[in-house]
């Protein structure tokens, strides 16, 4: 079982920067795969960015260039660095985690409850 909590959202002007962070629980974080997907007022959950247990990313192309991922395996932590926002960034950010061999759009096992990034034009 796996435990996630994002934090870091919050409200930005356009062309501002937030940092989300996804602490998980658990012993074998490293051995995870870990995504962030985002779902704005009346639209379906989308793909935004995952990093492989190895360290490889994927990126959605709307976030390509923008956003960063990364994680620090010995603080069970992956964040979403996101620089040059947009008012269409805006949506609740969620953390997942995936075990095993999936592609970086899942299935994930696990979700967290996610955080509020309003993008202010």
């Known amino acids: 079982q796996v435990q996630l909590v994002e934090s870091g959202g919050g409200l930005v002007q356009a062309g501002g920067s937030l940092r989300l962070s996804c602490a998980a629980s658990g012993r074998t974080f490293s051995s995870y795969n870990m995504g962030w997907f985002r779902q704005a007022p009346g639209k379906e959950r989308e793909f935004v960015a995952a990093i492989s247990w190895s360290g490889s990313s994927t990126y959605a192309d709307s976030v390509k260039g923008r956003f960063t991922i990364s994680r620090d395996n010995a603080k069970n932590t992956v964040y979403l660095q996101m620089n040059s926002l947009a008012p269409e960034d805006t949506a609740v950010y969620y953390c997942?985690?995936?075990?095993?061999?999936?592609?970086?759009?899942?299935?994930?096992?696990?979700w967290g409850q996610g955080t509020q990034v309003t993008v202010s034009s």
């Open positions: 997942a985690a995936a075990y095993g061999r999936v592609g970086a759009r899942g299935p994930y096992d696990y």
